[in-house]
């Protein structure tokens, strides 16, 4: 059994990583784990702060976050704490309609007719609206940093059901199509700790544990289904394991 780290990552999966503490976002096909850049974000405005508790005592939520006053004034020195409230905003969820490949999308200025990054959120970096060739950026902007990156968003999911022969049970799986077989093993390791007594067959075939579902010939036909006005779940490809008897113990 080779036991591989998670490389690609469904909706659902980014959507639970929604609080301060915990921010992961989508774009353009990366994850990114924006927890650390948040912690930064929040260091640079030191004004007093609003507890976001609704009940305000000497003893804050673990998930409770301190609002700066000055933020609704829209002062300059917390154009940075804008950015990051506005990343908490979208924890969870795609931000790619932010940008045009790697970078901002743009629209022309109405006073100095140039082109420059559209943020209608709020400003990510002290950018001169005037073009200069002395300005540069401090630091790597952040969508651009891989080390925030943890893995990649899947272009689709599917559902997969894999039945325990043995005992007789099945579980449904939502998994990435880009995944190989012994990926999909990791997301059903939880459900079966000795999954490496069993051989993965479906149609009576064994399955090739580096490939895909599709280059498995496990096809996801919900288009068809869907192109006929029949349910997307009527049917689906079910994994049969079987027990290999190796004298380990089988669950």
């Known amino acids: 059994m080779i036991y591989t780290k998670q490389e690609y990552y469904t909706p659902a999966e980014v959507a639970i990583h929604n609080k ?3 921010c992961w976002v989508s774009l353009n096909g990366k994850v990114l784990d924006m927890t650390s850049w948040l912690e930064k974000q929040f260091r640079y405005c030191k004004c007093p702060k609003d507890c976001s508790c609704p009940n305000k005592n ?13 933020f609704k004034m829209g002062y300059e020195y917390c154009d940075a704490k804008r950015l990051a409230m506005t990343i908490l905003a ?14 901002w999308i743009t629209y ?4 100095v007719g140039s082109r420059i990054p559209f943020m209608r959120h709020g400003p990510s970096f002290e950018q001169p609206v ?9 630091a790597k902007p952040w969508w651009l940093d891989d ?3 943890v893995g990649k968003l899947t272009a689709r999911t599917r559902p997969i059901r894999i039945t325990n022969t043995l005992t007789s049970s099945s579980v449904m799986l939502e998994v990435c199509s880009e995944e190989t077989i012994y990926q999909i093993m990791m997301r059903y390791l939880p459900h079966n700790a000795h999954m490496h007594s069993y051989t993965w067959r479906h149609l009576g075939k064994p399955l ?8 498995n010939k496990v096809y996801d036909e919900r288009d068809r289904f869907s192109d006929v006005a029949l349910p997307e779940n009527i049917y689906v490809p079910d994994i ?6 190796d004298l380990t113990e089988g669950t």
Request: some cysteine; aromatic content about 16%.
């Open 147 to 149: 080390s925030i990156v």
């Open 20 to 22: 301060a503490n915990d």
């Open 240 to 245: 049969l394991l079987y027990y290999n008897d």
């Open 108 to 111: 022309v200025h109405p006073i």
């Open 90 to 103: 979208y924890a969870g969820k795609d931000v790619s309609h932010w940008f045009k490949a790697e970078d």
């Open 58 to 70: 000497w003893y804050c939520a673990d998930d409770c976050i301190e609002y700066c006053r000055c």
């Open 208 to 215: 090739k544990y580096h490939r895909t579902l599709e280059q």
């Open 130 to 138: 005037v073009p200069s060739t002395r300005w540069r950026p401090i």
